[in-house]
């Protein structure tokens, strides 16, 4: 059973939708007693990394999902969700993140290129995961003016080039993030999302 986390500022409904395109089992709660009932996390997230935070610490969250994490229930982050995965973020002032991964969150550079990064863009994979396990190489949607800057280069499962080089898929032990919208990009971002439910289950 997967419980989508909401407080306030994730993209419950197409999370949601996905996950019943996959048959998947999930509820949406902000409740932590609820929540305790979950095998697994989905942290979505659309808005700033302060705002964020902010309502994840006033409702215990945080916490929550870090001992979570600590006692074995692995965490999915998507798009803002990814960001707060990280220690820090510098949009709008210096602002601490859940720490789960280690690294940065910063602004996309200003370049020739429109800031945010808004579209489809190709997927790169660095090394084989069971999280992109059949997966094929392709294009996803991506909607966000931060990256992250991962102190352990090795958490980039997969990455795209928009000036920068953009984690787009990191993973660390039970904790994972996608900076682009999984259930937005087609049959791609399905199969992500249908290898992290096996991965929970116990798949390979």
Known sequence: ?????????????????????????????????????????????????????????????????????????????????????????????????????????ERIPNSTLKVPHMGWNQLSYHSPHPLLKDVEEGYVYFVHSYYAKPTDSTVVLASAQYGVQVPAVVGKGNVFGTQFHPEKSSKLGMAILRNFVSLVEGGH
């Open 1 to 105: 059973m997967i419980g989508i986390i909401d407080y306030g500022m994730g993209n419950l409904f197409s999370v949601s939708k996905a996950l019943e395109r996959l048959q998947v089992s999930y509820f949406v709660s902000g409740n932590r007693e609820e929540l305790k009932r979950a095998s697994a996390y989905i942290l979505p997230g659309v808005g700033s990394f302060n705002d964020a935070m902010q309502l994840l610490n006033e409702q215990e969250l945080s916490s929550f999902l870090q001992e979570g994490v600590e006692n074995g229930k692995s965490l999915l982050g998507i798009c803002l969700g990814m960001q707060l995965l990280f220690e820090e973020s510098v949009e709008n002032g210096l602002s601490k993140g859940l720490g789960l991964i280690g690294g940065k969150i």
